[in-house]
């Protein structure tokens, strides 16, 4: 972002070794422009996902299964990506074209506090004094990791960017790194494909008696972990993205701001493909972990898996081990703890065992039944209100909507 020099912390000149200089810049027009539509597209991104979450909630509610429609067929769903996709593209380039990196930091750490709104007002999510501790801790820790996270990298040719990928050790790297993001994704698919076959066979049965194989751990908790694998996914592959994406943006910049023309070549083709193949992946996981955990959990750990993967890649990529201090590292990996911390209130505050799933039930009054269900309901309200009241201890129906509603009424 050539155009932007004035509002960046750090010079780009390729010539000028001294990375510490500080540049003037003024907090003009373009500055507070960028800071205002940087933060209500945030605000716009989290009450999106929020949605999101409450339309894989509600079609989560649908029995038998086989009646659950596909995300793309749900108004809800899709509208609300629609409006996360279109706020993410236009919060990304008034980012990128008129704020420093230094600015960047705390905004990512505001659309954690907007994602915990949100998670209140459209989910329902109890908020109590945990939940402010929890939030503040991920407010912190997210404000370090992208303060002291980001490295300023002056634009590379085509030839570089091909000699940078050649280098051994980001090929040993990235080597590694491909391998534990390919393990993951099977072990959390065939996770997830355990935990639907084992829900369905045990669809009768109480949220909290339902087991994983007579374990100790619940299909709510597995639910969750494999949630929490897929935001981690996605920020691992996010990073990737951004990491295609800055490549291919500098050759773009180079052929249309300077006049080197960088698009004859093939390899800036496939950048641009990568990054479109990451930026899908990148959606496809986060959507996923969306409909399998809350997202005050969910979001800050993907936020702290995109952050540190990005620190590495540009570290290894660019090499920029000689541009960060050991006391920055230091930062970043204590933001990763306290951010972690946070979750950790988070989760002790799910403890009563209230979770978004049931506050949507609660709230929303939601239920769709099986025709057994419909017999059973029109049976029970035959019956006088005594043999009403008995049959319903028993009946899944009062099982899966009653029993909750009751959790979130006397919390």
């Not at 969910?298 to 890649?313: D, E, H, K, R, T």
């Not at 960060?324 to 979750?343: D, F």
Request: charged share 15%; net charge negative.
């Amino acid at each position: 972002s050539t155009s932007t020099t004035s509002y960046h912390l750090f010079n780009n000149n390729n010539n000028n070794n001294n990375n510490n200089n500080i540049q003037v810049y003024t907090y003009d027009t373009s500055f507070w422009i960028g800071i205002g539509i940087s933060l209500i597209t945030n605000l716009i991104q989290s009450f999106a996902m929020a949605f999101q979450r409450k339309s894989h909630i509600l079609n989560d509610q649908i029995y038998p299964r086989e009646r659950r429609k596909n995300a793309f067929k749900r108004p809800l769903w899709v509208i609300s990506f629609g409006t996360y996709l279109t706020a993410n593209i236009i919060g990304s380039v008034f980012s990128i074209g008129y704020l420093p990196v230094v600015i960047l930091a705390p905004i990512g750490a505001m659309n954690l506090v907007f994602n915990a709104i949100a998670a209140r007002f459209v989910l329902g999510d109890p908020f109590t004094r945990l939940s402010i501790w929890g939030t503040i801790l991920i407010s912190i820790g997210a404000l370090l990791v992208g303060m002291f996270g980001a490295i300023q990298e002056p634009n590379h040719s085509l030839e570089d960017l091909i000699e940078l990928y050649k280098k051994t050790g980001f090929i040993i790297y990235f080597s590694i790194l491909e391998s534990f993001i390919l393990i993951t994704m099977i072990s959390t698919h065939y996770l997830e494909y355990r935990y639907n076959k084992i829900e369905q066979e045990q669809e009768d049965l109480d949220p909290p008696d339902r087991k994983l194989l007579g374990r100790s751990i619940s299909m709510a908790d597995l639910k969750t972990y494999i949630g929490i694998s897929y935001g981690v996914l996605a920020g691992n592959v996010s990073s990737q993205s951004l990491l295609f994406a800055k490549s291919g943006l500098e050759l773009f910049i180079l052929t249309i701001v300077y006049g080197q023309n960088q698009l004859e070549h093939v390899w800036t083709w496939l950048l641009v493909v990568m990054t479109v193949v990451t930026a899908a992946l990148q959606l496809y996981y986060l959507n996923k972990g969306l409909r399998m955990c809350d997202t005050v959990i969910l979001i800050p750990l993907s936020f702290c898996a995109f952050n540190v993967s990005c620190l590495f890649n540009g570290l290894v990529y660019y090499n920029q081990w000689d541009r960060l201090r050991w006391w920055q590292l230091l930062c970043v990996m204590l933001g990763v703890v306290i951010t972690i911390c946070g979750v950790i209130c988070l989760s002790w505050r799910r403890g009563s065992g209230i979770t978004q799933e049931e506050t949507v039930v609660a709230r929303e009054d939601y239920t769709i039944l099986n025709d057994n269900d419909n017999e059973e309901e029109q049976q029970l309200q035959e019956h006088d209100p005594i043999e009403q009241d008995s049959s319903n201890e028993t009946s899944p129906l009062f099982s899966r909507v009653h029993h909750r509603r009751n959790q979130y009424n006397s919390a």
